[in-house]
């Protein structure tokens, strides 16, 4: 391990300060970076600070919450957000991947921040790497 820290982008679609176990852990492993080598890009925006993760910057792609396909209309809603909106959040992480010029992205796929993530960093001069979490389904198995 160097003792230098390098430029650290964490992007994923969870905020710094999500409740949760993948955030909880996510932090667990950034507890002494310094916050000054430390930016953030998510598709969610941040609550509130009770966890104490702080970041130099954070940068969000919102999801419109009529555009989440949950019940009502979940295929025209999940093709909007696939087509039109997936687009748009790649844009907004080349523009944070500009302003903040990480040396590394540390990648941690989550739902619907997986396709501009993969749009984005396939392309991208910057090296990452990726944290595929585990979760719990609903499924009882």
Not at 45 to 66: L, M, N, S, W, Y
């Amino acid at each position: 391990m160097t003792a230098e820290f390098p430029r650290l982008l964490v992007a994923t679609e969870f905020p710094p300060n999500a409740s949760g176990g993948g955030p909880a852990v996510a932090r667990q492993m950034l507890k002494d970076w310094p916050v000054e080598k430390l930016f953030w890009w998510s598709c969610l925006a941040e609550r509130d600070q009770r966890f104490g993760q702080k970041v130099c910057a954070h940068r969000v792609a919102t999801i419109p919450p009529k555009l989440y396909p949950n019940e009502r209309w979940a295929h025209q809603r999940a093709w909007l957000l696939e087509n039109f909106w997936s687009r748009w959040a790649a844009g907004q992480l080349r523009a944070a991947l500009a302003e903040f010029q990480p040396e590394v992205i540390w990648v941690i796929p989550h739902a619907w921040a997986i396709a501009p993530l993969v749009n984005v960093l396939l392309d991208s001069q910057t090296g990452f790497h990726t944290t595929v979490q585990d979760f719990v389904t609903g499924s009882g198995y």
